[in-house]
């Protein structure tokens, strides 16, 4: 598990800054937050906007710095082209890692749902100021990142705020990919997808749960009365402008008997989806709290699983399964199984050690491995995985 | 953190007790069950006990059964407008084949043929070229009416007769459409029909150069492909197995396809034709039931046969092809593959005599080789029968508007939308099925038809019903296949 978050000392920080790491001088990189493990590191300071040093100098080398600095921090996470924000309490925060595939920008934490397993609950307050925040490190984020996430909280609700930040994604990234998380709710509103439509983003998806092929069941995993319909109007209107779409289905106690049927309302209803992704529990935040009515050992509900799965795939949608141990899940799956869990959450358990398809396996989410509920694990032995036997 | 502001399932039950129907078809089984089909072609079955208590308005809302009837569309229990916005658009995508307009062009090039089947409708053998020849200039006339279509795909489809013995006229056509079609820019298909007899090395280079498909004939094996087929010499089928090896050499496997006839004869051959279809390498068979008209119907004695015969010989043919399935030979059957796409996915199929309203006219026309324009293949048969209820008009004469927007098309497409006819208005197989007014004109003297004495119906009705048995009950291997035949 890797930090986001690391905490120092703060000198001469008297608001927030906001910048991208550079370790290594460089003239033309001289706006930028200068990184150093030790202080004697440091050469021509001027130009840089702050320092941020591993080590804590001397009380009398800080005075004699003009510059914002934040010392006295765990740096090893850090890395050229990050994109950070000093914070005057000491805090480094990492919005950005150059080296990871797995970065998202966070929208707001606020939402219009209420899901029962949400991993982020959501809280109700005034974070307005994100938008400005995500603008910000739009504009510093390496133009080759292959892909970008956008999530929260809800970030339609953030409304032009969202449409300016997939504009920025747009015009300033412009070969990097745009995943959305949103509940698509807000969508319901024709207006609404059609000026996401019109911004013709260059390559984005917006991935959007769906729970139950009926409205009470769907409504009860999101605790909201009417979020059903507003989600597949949504994801009717998206489709209409040709905003590509991707339907997420959280697998656990209230969604797994009718998975098999949910998947036959995805093909008749949800048709144009490019991305149908089966997933896992992860277990953060509310997961936790409901944990006793929402945890099934994956391997009591592989069945539906299978059906579910292999019922989208002979019909030719792109499906996918998240968040699955290859040990969980039926052999049948394995081409379907992806290595879903972003680098700084994911695990293995100490059986996996010797596992022969370990490196293959998407392991855990670091929640489950620190929760008492672990799946039925069986290691893959050689023999198991098309080798003859005699 | 103990959350405890979660409400239970319960909260989100629905508000109002009771729920509504939309609108369903229904049908009572053999065995008991119920068979439920709404307009947009979802359907499922349900018990007898089961059924009773959905329509008398008593099924529990957390019955599993409630759940699949709601996801389905065939009850809703709030004021949501979601479940009229999804049959809506579930509807629109079911008749988008209506979208494009007149999307398959035919032209009779030709009425002269080499062979004299008797179950033919329309063949003449002669030299006479000038009277039974599509001219260069009602070519041209023809190919200028096609693009009047607004249809972004047009299908140009060779017929005769056989229709290589004027091949002069379709390398014209061939040329001139697509000399047209580089302002046009359509997607544009050719195939010829023919029997592949009078086949050239000069003809099959001209294909493979503009990219021609062969849609060529094959009734069965020789003793009765040369029986169905009678041509000077009786080598029919000699002459086709030599010829495909070369079409197939010339232009690549997948070139070249083949239709079958059936005839009183063949229905004695279910297995040997399709293992003769299998032998020559093709992946797919359609069983076609033989036509009402012209020859075939002056000649009703010999050709008439029951359309529970038919039946029989199909479903054993598609037992046979299910076989090769399973022994690892895939091979599709075309009409069920057509039925099961309606069955089993939310899309339109593109065959024109199934629809609703029938693809006469607005999906498919036929250019004559004597100028007339008729709404279907078969109406130009009836036409040599001196019944041309189906011409719309004639290339040198009428206007495109005159032709598409006239009387006679509009009365064919009026009486051919099966939502209104009486006896598919009610039919739970209606979503499946599609009206045929060449043939109920043709054989009861009326466009929409009589349904409890036609075989048109009672054939339909059969496969459609053996199908929908195969999916629900048959075993996991069957229902593999004609699931991947439909998604295909």
Redesign the interface.
């Known amino acids: 598990m890797i930090p986001l978050n690391a905490r120092g000392t703060a000198h001469l920080l008297d608001e927030q800054i906001l910048g991208k790491i550079v370790s290594e001088e460089e003239p033309h990189w001289r706006s930028r937050i200068r990184l150093v493990r030790r202080w004697n590191e440091l050469g021509d300071v001027s130009g840089y906007r702050a320092i941020v040093c591993g080590e804590s100098p001397g009380k009398a080398v800080l005075e004699a710095m003009a510059l914002p600095v934040l010392h006295g921090v765990p740096v090893d996470h850090l890395g050229d082209g990050d994109v950070v924000v000093l914070d005057p309490s000491g805090h480094v925060r990492t919005l950005y890692r150059r080296a990871s595939p797995h970065n998202s920008l966070f929208a707001t934490d606020r939402c219009n749902s ?1 899901c ?1 397993m949400c991993s982020q609950p959501p809280r109700k307050v005034n974070d307005d100021w994100r938008v400005q925040e995500m603008l910000d490190t739009i504009a510093l984020i390496d133009p080759s990142s292959r892909e970008l996430g956008l999530t929260g909280g809800e970030p339609t609700i953030l409304k032009a705020g969202f449409l300016s930040v997939v504009d920025a994604c747009k015009t300033q990234l412009p070969e990097t990919s745009l995943h959305v998380l949103s509940n698509g709710r807000l969508f319901r509103y024709d207006s609404f997808a059609r000026a996401l439509g019109d911004l013709h983003h260059h390559d984005l998806m917006i991935g959007v749960p769906v729970y139950a ?5 769907h ?2 995993v999101v ?1 909201a ?2 979020a ?2 507003d989600t ?2 949504g994801l ?1 209107n998206l489709a209409r402008h040709q905003v590509p779409v991707e339907i997420r289905v959280v697998v656990h106690r ?1 969604t797994y008997k ?1 998975l098999p ?1 949910l998947a ?2 995805i ?3 949800l ?1 144009f989806a490019s991305h149908v992704a089966l997933m896992g529990l992860e277990i953060m935040g ?1 997961a ?3 944990l006793e009515t929402l945890w099934m050992d994956p391997t009591e509900y592989r069945e539906q699983l299978e059906e579910a799965t292999l019922f989208l795939a ?3 949608m792109n499906v996918s399964i998240y968040n699955h141990q290859l040990c969980t899940i039926p052999e049948t799956l394995w081409p379907y199984a992806r290595k879903s869990i972003s680098d700084w959450k994911n695990e293995y358990a100490d059986v996996c050690a010797d596992c022969a398809a370990r490196t293959a396996c998407g392991g855990f989410f670091a929640s489950v491995v620190q929760s008492k509920r672990m799946p039925r694990l069986a290691p893959i032995r050689f023999p198991d995985v098309g080798l003859p036997t005699a | 953190m103990k959350a405890t502001f979660f409400r239970t399932p319960e909260a989100f039950k629905p508000q109002r007790t009771g729920y509504e129907f939309l609108p369903f078809r229904f049908m009572r089984w053999p065995n008991g069950q119920v068979f439920l089909s709404n307009d947009v072609g979802e359907w499922l079955f349900l018990t007898s006990e089961a059924f009773i208590r959905f329509t008398e308005g008593s099924l529990p809302v957390d019955e599993e059964v409630y759940a699949d009837l709601k996801a389905k569309h065939f009850l809703t229990d709030s004021a949501s407008r979601l479940p009229l916005e999804l049959l809506a658009t579930k509807y629109r995508t079911k008749k988008s084949f209506l979208d494009g307009f007149t999307s398959l062009h035919m032209f009779v090039v030709t009425l002269r043929c080499d062979h004299t089947c008797p179950y033919c409708q329309v063949s003449r053998v002669t030299t006479d070229r000038a009277r039974y020849d599509m001219t260069l200039e009602t070519a041209a006339m023809a190919v200028s009416f096609m693009f009047r279509s607004p249809a972004p795909m047009l299908k140009v489809e060779f017929q005769g007769g056989e229709s290589l013995l004027n091949f002069d006229v379709i390398r014209w056509i061939v040329e001139e459409v697509s000399r047209r079609n580089e302002a046009e820019q359509r997607a544009i298909q050719f195939v010829i029909a023919t029997n592949l007899s009078s086949i050239t090395d000069e003809m099959l280079d001209f294909c493979r150069v503009h990219d021609v498909h062969l849609s060529t004939s094959l009734d069965g094996p020789a003793f009765l492909h040369d029986t169905n087929r009678p041509r000077p010499g009786r080598d029919s089928h000699a002459r086709l197995c030599a010829n495909l090896a070369r079409a197939r050499e010339a232009l690549g496997h997948d070139r070249v396809s083949a239709l079958m006839t059936t005839t009183a004869e063949s229905l004695r051959w279910p297995n040997e034709i399709v293992d003769e279809y299998v032998t020559r390498g093709f992946d797919a068979i359609f069983l076609r039931s033989i036509s009402p008209y012209g020859f075939a119907i002056r000649t009703r004695n010999a050709f008439r046969y029951e359309s529970d015969a038919f039946l029989d010989f199909y479903k054993r043919g598609l037992a046979r092809v299910l076989e090769w399935n399973r022994r690892g030979t895939p091979m599709v059957e075309v009409f069920s593959q057509i039925l099961l796409r309606k069955i089993l996915t939310p899309f339109p199929t593109g065959y024109v005599d199934l629809q609703s309203p029938a693809g006469a006219g607005i999906s498919a026309l036929v250019y004559n080789y004597d100028g007339d324009i008729y709404a279907s293949d078969e109406g130009r048969m009836l036409a040599e029968m001196s019944d041309k209820s189906f011409r719309l008009g004639h290339l040198h004469s009428d206007a495109y508007e005159d032709v598409m927007g006239g009387p006679r098309l509009r009365t064919i497409v009026d009486q051919s939308c099966q939502e209104v006819m009486p006896g598919c208005s009610e039919c739970a197989f209606m979503p499946f099925c599609g009206a045929d007014p060449v043939y109920h004109w043709a054989t009861q003297g009326d466009l929409m038809g009589h349904r409890p004495s036609s075989a048109f119906c009672r054939k339909n009705m059969g496969i459609i019903g053996h199908l929908l048995e195969q999916i629900a009950d048959g075993d996991e291997a069957t229902r593999r296949v004609l699931t991947s035949w439909a998604v295909q």
């Open positions: 209420l029962l092929d009926t409205d009470d069941r409504d009860h605790q009365r009417g059903f319909e597949i109007l009717h209230h009718r049927q036959d309302f093909y008749r209803n048709t509310f936790r709290a409901n002979t019909r030719g």
